[in-house]
């Protein structure tokens, strides 16, 4: 059974920095286009940034393009988000999430989910 578990969530200044990461056990990372969404108390998920199974093609929301970053390790079955020049607004769980067919353009297998908390 697939399974993604998020880490590196805390608590952090605005403009500091994190970084967060996404091990999938049970099967193998390469498989699949990755994906971080975030939601916040009250407001919707969205997706924040994805990267296909390649790393060739990348997806930022509008919100964080320019201060996060996504990319992946196949080799360690690891997906990242870096989060820098944080603001109090990107305060929410954040989840990981795999796509097993680009095609479909549904996430079939996420995270828990890590808090991310920016103090302002």
């Known amino acids: 059974q697939v399974q993604l578990v998020e880490y590196g969530g805390g608590l952090v200044e605005a403009g500091g920095s994190l970084r967060l990461s996404c091990v999938v056990s049970?099967?193998?990372?390469?498989?699949?286009?990755m994906g971080w969404y975030r939601q916040a108390p009250g407001q919707e998920r969205e997706l924040v940034a994805a990267?296909?199974?390649?790393?060739?093609?990348?997806y930022y929301a509008d919100s964080v393009k320019g201060r996060f970053t996504i990319s992946r390790d196949n080799a360690k079955n690891t997906a990242f988000l870096q989060m820098n020049s944080l603001k109090p607004e990107d305060t929410a769980v954040y989840y990981c999430?795999?796509?097993?067919?680009?095609?479909?353009?549904?996430?079939?297998?996420w995270g828990p989910g890590t808090q991310v908390t920016v103090s302002s």
């Open positions: 999430a795999a796509m097993v067919d680009a095609g479909r353009g549904e996430y079939d297998y």
């Open positions: 049970g099967g193998t990372l390469s498989s699949y286009a």
């Open positions: 990267i296909s199974w390649s790393a060739i093609a990348t």
